[in-house]
C-alpha cells in the first residue's frame, strides 16, 4: 500500500514539472524559435513572412563586434571567476564537516537577495564617496578617491560578485569527491603541490570546472543591467542588444535570432560539459 502511494506520487510529482517545463520553459523557446525565422511588420511586430535574414544580419561586423565584446567580457569573468573559487572551494572540501555547513550558507546567503538590488548595493561601496574609498582613505592607502565607477573594473567587480557563487558550488562538489588518498599517494611517490594540482586535482575535477564555467559564462553573456549601472552603458553587449531589439526597435524577429544564438552557445557548452563527464568516468572505471 504504502509503495502504490509512493508510485502514484512521484508520477504526480514528475508530471507536474514535466508539464511546467512544457508550459514555460520550451514552449516559450519554440515560439522564439519560429519567431527568428519570420519577418518585422511595419504594422505588426511579426509578419508570418518566412526568411533567413535575421541570421545572416548577425554576420554583420557591427553585430559580431557586440558578440565578440560580450564574450570577451563573458570569459574573463568566467576565469576570474575560477581563479578566486577554485582555491575556496578547496578549503571548503577539505573543512571539518562542523564548518562546512555554516560556510556553505554564506555561500547561498546571497541567492536570497535579487541580483539587482545588490548591485545598487555595491554601487554604494564603490562610489567615489563610497564605503570603500572611505576605508582606504581613513587607513592611508589611498591620497586620493579610486575613480571605479563606470570603468571595466566596477563591471568585471559587479559580474564577479554576482557569479562567484555559480563558480564555487560546482568545483566544491567535485573537489569533494576526490580520494585524499590518491593525493596521499602521490606525494609518497614524490609529486610536489604543483604535480598533484595539475596531474591528479584538476584532470578530477574537470567536469566541475566545465559546470561552473558554463554557469557562469552564459548568464555573464546577457546580465546587461550590471554593465548598464556599473559601467555607464559605454560598450553595448548582447543582453543590451537583444533587449534593444524587444523593447526599443520592437524587432522582434531579429531579436530571436540572436536570442537563438545565445541558446546554440549554450548546447554547445553542455555538450561539452557531457562528454568531460564521460571522460572522466571512463579514467575512473580504468
Known amino acids: 500500500m504504502l509503495n502504490n502511494s509512493l508510485s502514484r506520487f512521484a508520477i504526480v510529482s514528475i508530471g507536474i514539472i514535466f508539464v511546467w517545463i512544457v508550459l514555460f520553459a520550451f514552449l516559450p523557446q519554440l515560439l522564439v524559435f519560429i519567431a527568428s525565422f519570420l519577418t518585422k511588420g511595419s504594422q505588426q511586430m511579426i509578419e508570418f513572412e518566412g526568411n533567413l535574414e535575421n541570421y545572416t544580419r548577425l554576420a554583420d561586423p557591427i553585430y559580431l563586434k557586440i558578440f565578440w565584446d560580450s564574450f570577451v ?51 554604494a561601496i564603490i562610489k567615489t564617496k563610497g564605503l570603500l574609498n572611505a576605508l582606504l582613505l581613513w587607513l592611508g592607502i589611498i591620497s586620493a578617491p579610486l575613480e571605479l565607477m563606470y570603468t571595466e573594473t566596477a563591471v568585471f567587480i559587479g559580474m564577479v560578485y554576482t557569479l562567484l557563487p555559480f563558480m564555487i558550488l560546482p568545483l566544491f562538489a567535485s573537489i569533494e569527491k576526490i580520494d585524499p588518498r590518491l593525493l596521499e599517494a602521490a606525494g609518497d611517490l614524490g609529486a610536489g603541490f604543483w604535480n598533484k594540482l595539475v596531474k591528479i586535482t584538476i584532470p578530477l575535477t574537470m567536469p566541475g570546472i566545465i559546470a561552473g564555467f558554463m554557469l557562469v559564462f552564459l548568464p555573464a553573456l546577457g546580465m546587461f543591467y550590471i554593465p548598464d549601472l556599473l559601467g555607464g552603458a559605454k560598450n553595448l553587449i548582447i543582453g543590451s542588444f537583444i533587449r534593444n531589439q524587444f523593447l526599443t526597435f520592437r524587432d522582434w524577429p531579429f531579436g530571436s535570432a540572436a536570442s537563438m544564438l545565445l541558446t546554440f552557445l549554450m548546447l554547445a557548452l553542455v555538450a561539452v560539459y557531457y562528454r568531460s563527464q564521460k571522460v572522466v568516468e571512463s579514467k575512473d572505471s580504468a
Open 73 to 123: 567580457l563573458a570569459l574573463i569573468t568566467a576565469l576570474l571567476c575560477l581563479v578566486i573559487a577554485y582555491p575556496f572551494a578547496a578549503i571548503l572540501a577539505r573543512t571539518s564537516v562542523q564548518w562546512r555547513p555554516i560556510l556553505l550558507i554564506l555561500i547561498i546567503i546571497p541567492f536570497w537577495t535579487s541580483s539587482l538590488v545588490r548591485t545598487y548595493a555595491l554601487i
